[in-house]
């Protein structure tokens, strides 16, 4: 399989009026051909930054890139000029977003505006953009009618809404589907038809996609390789099967026993304390202020990424064995 | 006993074109819905969007008014009660709305909104306000060094904690849960659903638990009431309706929520179609256009609940029909 993006050690800060949030602090992922990575963990732990720093979508003195690189296909996306990306925006990475209804203009038909992407990309006529914009419908399951195309946002329902960003997001033939909280604002039901047809788009057009959420179950049934955040950095990164099953990092195993999935409430285990600050994020290892597995090394340095099974990578001090975390002090 | 009682609850909106002007439809939100809740346990009210659930609830706590039915409360019946004595009765029943940022006041301390109801309803002041505030906050895990503080200062936890105590100050028999953990992170829920698992043990307290996500109500509720389009279609003791769910709906629900465990990939399942619109619910059976098994009977006779082991399902199909072949396979 080859590799389509390689996201490496990014780091990124935010300029706020309380001081710079150091948001995302070595984030490494990667995505091969055909391939669904989820990106999982809670709010604030630099998900949403990662996909849009991917598409050059940050807004720029205040956000800034301090170290890392991103590469898609061999190109150093953190070179590339605005006039660049803006190309290949929607013609090489698309996006989704949680809520469709904000992601589509309400005063233009949902044909015209996928029509715009199609020309605005591929400069064909207004009647191939409209073969295309029905096509897409199609591929994302909707009706390719006039009718359907000629509606308005609102007329849709949110599930369907959704559909209309799949097929906006694929009209120019995208390889990679950058996917943030698809399902989030919809119903269990509805969610499970966008899950389904997530797959489906990788199956019959071998689109590659991220998929970020929250939801633990929804990387489960639908990811092929999963990377756990938190605080602004990948802490575990493998097979969501390996992972999973045998999550070696203190917060992934942390944030699965939180899960009410088959357990009494009485049952349930919580992570003491609360997701720190990233304007004074804590030293070394930002989870160890929360671990209960932590040692002597990890508030003085930050753990670096180690192999500890088949393509299976974890950040920790304590789960690969480094009591003296020197290897990683060079290292960083 | 039951503590509550509701009979053929049935709540319907008008919808009128503008100020004054005649009504045009009808919002059948609520319809023919009957449950009770026994002392000291739980009753989940589950569904998607639009289902009823919150109406139900609302019009057990004499926030909207019921179209017809009865509401039997500690052996009082709600409906034909005046005001004052209604004021009187209501004091036992108390409510946990979903957003705390919303339903907290941003202007009040912590202190004036656990005090709030206290001098309200039940005349406390001076020094023994100050101790009832200052326990109610150390039963929800917070302290004095919280008291003048506003709920912006908070996390969405601490918030829900606020609102916790707020509902619990009165000492009341019934507590109304309206999805109180759905805009939290998991690990935070995790310890609310702690939280209010020992409140329930330690007070005695009852909930009528509103919810849309099954794994968080198989953690908490001891009976489960499944709504599809304002109409309950199954209830039951919860572990019975997790462990055997008869109605297609409820089998459907279940199977499309992703489930964390990546032992259990490609078994979850997807139902087609979307909820209709509650102003023209569909004839008979409100479930029958997305159900697999319709028959014609189904289109024309609102079925009625009857047992089936030890539950209720409101479903023409034979007792002995597998219901477990509802909706397709997701891929994997």
């Known amino acids: 399989m080859d590799e389509l993006l390689r996201v490496r050690g990014l780091k990124l800060q935010f300029r706020s009026m309380r001081g710079v949030v150091k948001a995302l602090d070595g984030v490494d992922i990667c995505v091969h051909d055909r391939e669904i990575l989820g990106l999982v963990g809670e709010s604030g732990c630099g998900k949403t930054i990662t996909g849009l720093a991917i598409l050059g979508l940050l807004q720029k003195p205040q956000a800034e890139i301090t170290g890392g690189e991103i590469s898609y296909r061999g190109q150093d996306l953190l070179a590339k000029s605005d006039r660049e990306m803006q190309d290949l925006r929607g013609r090489e990475i698309s996006m989704v977003f949680q809520d469709p209804l904000a992601s589509l203009n309400p005063v233009f038909q949902v044909g015209h505006q996928i029509e715009d992407v199609v020309r605005i990309h591929k400069g064909v006529s207004r009647r191939e953009s409209r073969e295309t914009a029905r096509r897409a419908f199609a591929e994302v399951g909707l009706p390719a009618t006039d009718e359907m195309l000629k509606r308005y946002p609102h007329q849709f329902s949110g599930g369907m809404r959704q559909r209309v960003c799949m097929a906006m997001a694929l009209a120019c033939g995208s390889p990679l589907l950058i996917a943030d909280e698809p399902t989030t604002a919809l119903d269990v039901t509805i969610q499970a038809q966008i899950l389904n047809l997530l797959l489906r788009l990788r199956e019959e057009l071998g689109v590659a996609q991220v998929i970020i959420t929250h939801n633990v179950g929804v990387a489960a049934q639908t990811c092929d390789r999963i990377a756990v955040m938190y605080a602004g950095s990948v802490v575990e990164e493998g097979p969501v099967v390996e992972v999973l099953s045998r999550p070696r990092h203190p917060y992934t195993i942390a944030l699965y026993e939180c899960l009410p999935h088959g357990h009494t409430a009485s049952e349930l285990k919580t992570i003491p304390g609360t997701v720190p600050d990233l304007i004074t994020p804590p030293t070394g290892c930002r989870f160890h202020p929360r671990c209960k597995h932590v040692l002597e090394v990890c508030p003085t340095a930050k753990p670096q990424p180690v192999q500890v099974g088949d393509r299976h990578w974890v950040s920790c001090f304590w789960a690969t064995g480094q009591t003296d975390g020197a290897d990683s002090e060079a290292a960083s | 006993m039951s503590l509550l009682q509701v009979d053929d609850l049935t709540v319907h909106f008008r919808i009128r074109r503008g100020l004054g002007k005649k009504s045009i439809d009808t919002v059948h939100a609520v319809d023919d819905v009957s449950f009770a809740i026994t002392e000291g346990e739980t009753l989940a009210l589950v569904g998607e969007s639009g289902c009823g ?15 017809a039915g009865t509401i ?38 912590v202190h004036d909104l656990v005090a709030e109801p206290l001098r309200a309803q039940a005349h406390m002041s001076g020094r023994e306000l100050e101790a009832r505030v200052l326990s109610m906050l150390e ?42 953990t ?87 399942k997807v139902l087609e179609g979307d909820v209709p619109s509650a102003v023209k619910p569909p004839e008979g059976c409100r479930f029958n256009p997305r159900c697999p098994f319709r028959m014609d009977v189904c289109t024309t006779e609102c079925p009625q609940p009857h047992a089936v082991g030890g539950h209720l399902v409101s479903c023409h199909l034979p007792d002995d029909f597998d219901t477990r072949a509802t909706g397709s396979v997701v891929l994997v």
């Open chain 2, 53 to 67: 659930k919150s109406t139900a609830a609302r019009a057990v706590l004499q926030l909207v008014k019921p179209t």
């Open chain 2, 72 to 109: 039997r409360f500690l052996g009082t019946d709600l409906t034909d009660l005046s005001s004052r004595q209604r004021r009187k009765v209501m004091r036992d029943a108390q409510v946990v709305f979903q957003d705390p940022y919303s339903s907290l006041n941003p202007r009040m301390t």
């Open chain 2, 139 to 180: 039963m929800v895990g917070l302290g004095t060094q919280h008291l003048w503080r506003r709920s912006h200062e908070f996390s969405g936890g601490q918030c829900q904690r606020i609102a916790i105590a707020r509902a619990l100050a009165l000492d009341p028999r019934l507590v109304v849960l309206d999805e109180p």
């Open chain 2, 182 to 268: 759905s805009a939290l992170d998991v690990s935070v829920q995790a310890r609310i659903l702690v939280l209010l698992d020992d409140l329930q043990r330690r007070l005695g307290l009852t909930y009528l638990f509103i919810a849309h996500d099954l794994a968080v109500v198989e953690s908490m509720a001891h009976s489960l009431a499944v709504m599809y389009l304002g109409r309950i279609v199954e209830q039951g003791p919860a572990r019975e309706i997790f462990g055997a769910p008869r109605h297609p709906y409820t089998v459907a629900l279940l199977r499309s929520s992703p489930s964390p465990d990546p032992e259990e990939r490609g078994t979850m």
